[in-house]
């Protein structure tokens, strides 16, 4: 299916663009990538829940993709959060939100620190309250380590991608990683987000994160399922237990042989876990 390219107007104005997949008017379910990704993480889900009769909505993030860059660098939870509640207002429907890492931590926040409900279900894709501090440096590495100076080719990022996740088998065809690079008037490739997303003003680690996520998830009412890599660096399986502690109606999902990019590294995995979770709504 060849999704429609759609735009939303969001929190200070930025326009952000998004994938939608489906019929508009069916349930909606909107999908935040993680940090340092875009909106085509999800195509292989969006088309197949669309096929069963859903609307997905793919979105690139401010400062990600193809949406805009925030001109004053806001890119707090709280800027992504509120993103959320505005696009989620725009349709008849309360929309799921299923969200990876930083889409999963803004979907919490903008659900569980909202005094109306924003969604009607929730799915975090590993992420929780607690993060393993080793799994956040492997992630800020691998972002930062070639920010700067950019890709010679498509190939050499790829090889970058490898050597950060050796799990995962190196794809034949590495064409597909061009959507999430930027080729600059330099001649050389570069990730396709905004630099000051890891390194702005409003980027600094908040030290009340985790205390902020706990008081967030222990508001959820929704229905809410959790999928964590078996083998993810960021959510352990403490982390897991404590989170399904606070929200003891939550259901979870654990796919081997994935680890913190859960979608990508067992793609059908993930869309089956999904999909079932989705069908008892």
């Known amino acids: 299916m060849t999704p429609e390219?759609?735009?939303?107007?969001?929190?200070?104005?930025?326009?952000?663009?998004?994938?939608?997949?489906?019929?508009?008017?069916n349930q909606p379910v909107i999908f935040a990538h993680g940090g340092g990704q875009t909106r085509h993480a999800w195509g292989g889900t969006a088309n197949l829940l669309a096929e069963r009769g859903w609307h997905a909505i793919c979105l690139d993030l401010r400062g990600h993709?193809?949406?805009?860059?925030?001109?004053?660098?806001n890119y707090a939870v709280d800027a992504y959060a509120e993103d959320l509640r505005i696009i989620s207002r725009t349709f008849s429907k309360r929309p799921v939100a299923v969200g990876a890492s930083l889409g999963g931590n803004s979907s919490l926040i903008a659900e569980g620190e909202h005094k109306d409900p924003i969604f009607s279900a929730i799915v975090l894709v590993d992420i929780t309250p607690k993060i393993a501090e080793e799994g956040v440096k492997h992630i800020q590495d691998f972002m930062g380590a070639n920010m700067?100076?950019?890709?010679?080719?498509?190939?050499?990022?790829?090889?970058?991608?490898?050597?950060?996740?050796?799990?995962?088998?190196?794809?034949?065809?590495?064409?597909?990683?061009?959507?999430?690079?930027?080729?600059?008037?330099?001649?050389?490739?570069?990730?396709?987000?905004?630099p000051k997303f890891f390194n702005g003003p409003k980027r600094a680690r908040d030290p009340n994160r985790q205390a902020?996520?706990?008081?967030?998830?222990?508001n959820l009412t929704c229905p809410t399922l959790l999928v964590r890599g078996k083998?993810?660096?960021?959510?352990?399986?403490?982390?897991?237990?404590?989170?399904l502690a606070m929200v003891p109606h939550a259901e979870f999902v654990d796919v081997g042989g994935a680890g913190h990019m859960v979608a990508g590294d067992k793609n059908d995995a993930f869309t089956e876990a999904v999909v079932q979770f989705l069908n008892k709504l």
């Open 148 to 194: 700067e100076k950019g890709f010679a080719n498509i190939d050499e990022a790829a090889e970058s991608v490898a050597k950060y996740l050796p799990h995962r088998p190196k794809p034949k065809d590495t064409s597909g990683l061009a959507k999430n690079l930027r080729l600059r008037e330099d001649g050389r490739y570069y990730w396709h987000w905004d």
């Open 5 to 25: 390219l759609i735009e939303f107007r969001v929190f200070g104005g930025l326009k952000l663009v998004a994938d939608s997949y489906g019929t508009p008017g």
């Open 231 to 243: 083998s993810s660096d960021l959510v352990t399986e403490e982390a897991a237990r404590e989170f």
């Open 212 to 218: 902020r996520m706990e008081a967030a998830a222990r």
């Open 65 to 73: 993709g193809d949406s805009d860059w925030c001109p004053e660098a």
